[in-house]
Nanobody
Framework: EVQLQASGGGLVHAGGSLRLSCAAS????????IGWFRQAPGEEREGVSC???????YYADSVKGRFTISSDTAKNTVYLQMNSLKPEDTAVYYC???????????WGQGTQVTVSS
């Protein structure tokens, strides 16, 4: 069973930083993308950043230059370093894993990020 355990959210002032972690377990796929979506109150869930099994990275335009995604394959953990946080980054952040060949999707529980102005 695939499990994604997210952690690292919290409350921070604008301009501050947080690091999210997503520990993945129970999967043996070799073609995948793992990363983060977020959903603000009243808004649709949107993709934030992901990293693929070959190391390619993706960032939403709204976070480019401020967020950095990385992975520790030995720990099966993905990190999202979020710097220069803005109030508009406030949302519940969800870890997400997608496999390319099987088109399977897995979600972790959300972690709340709140940025005060």
């Amino acid at each position: 069973e695939v499990q994604l355990q997210a952690s690292g959210g919290g409350l921070v002032h604008a301009g501050g930083s947080l690091r999210l972690s997503c520990a993945a377990s129970g999967f043996t796929f070799d073609d995948y993308a793992i990363g983060w979506f977020r959903q603000a109150p009243g808004e649709e869930r949107e993709g934030v950043s992901c990293i693929t099994s070959d190391g390619s990275t993706y960032y939403a335009d709204s976070v480019k230059g401020r967020f950095t995604i990385s992975s520790d394959t030995a720990k099966n953990t993905v990190y999202l370093q979020m710097n220069s946080l803005k109030p508009e980054d406030t949302a519940v952040y969800y870890c997400h894993l997608a496999t390319f060949s099987l088109n399977l999707h897995y979600w972790g529980q959300g972690t709340q990020v709140t940025v005060s102005s």
